[in-house]
């Protein structure tokens, strides 16, 4: 598991072992109906694909500050995005959460997702 790097050695370090290979990231999801006391648990995962990058790439991207901030060292919406060659599955679920899981979660505990939609009768 891999969480924001500590600092921006480890932010390097980690990308010199992801560059031009693939990993897999997981998102937990939870959603408690707090007037019935149900809670639901699922997860989501997606396979990300990174770009063969540059030592040089690694360490402007590092300087940058923006691995040290997000889970695994990179983001597919920032300046991060460049580096990322491709993913399979949800890129919702890369960038936070992943708003069709949790649709889903929310239609399982019978709610109707634009019932939530604010200012929209």
Request: hydrophobic share 40%; charged share 20%; proline share 3%.
């Amino acid at each position: 598991m891999l969480g924001k790097p500590a600092d921006a050695a480890e932010a390097t370090e980690r990308w010199y072992r992801m560059r031009g290979k693939s990993g897999v990231l997981h998102t937990g999801h939870c959603v408690v109906d707090t007037h019935r006391e149900v809670w639901l648990g699922r997860s989501a995962a997606t396979q990300v694909r990174f770009a063969s990058v540059s030592d040089e790439e690694i360490e402007a991207y590092v300087a940058s500050g923006e691995p040290l901030g997000v889970a695994g060292a990179f983001t597919i919406d920032g300046l991060g995005s460049a580096y990322v060659s491709g993913i399979s599955g949800d890129p919702h679920n890369v960038v936070g959460i992943s708003v069709p899981l949790l649709r889903l979660m929310f239609d399982e505990l019978g709610f109707v997702w634009h019932e939530f939609w604010s200012g929209r009768d």
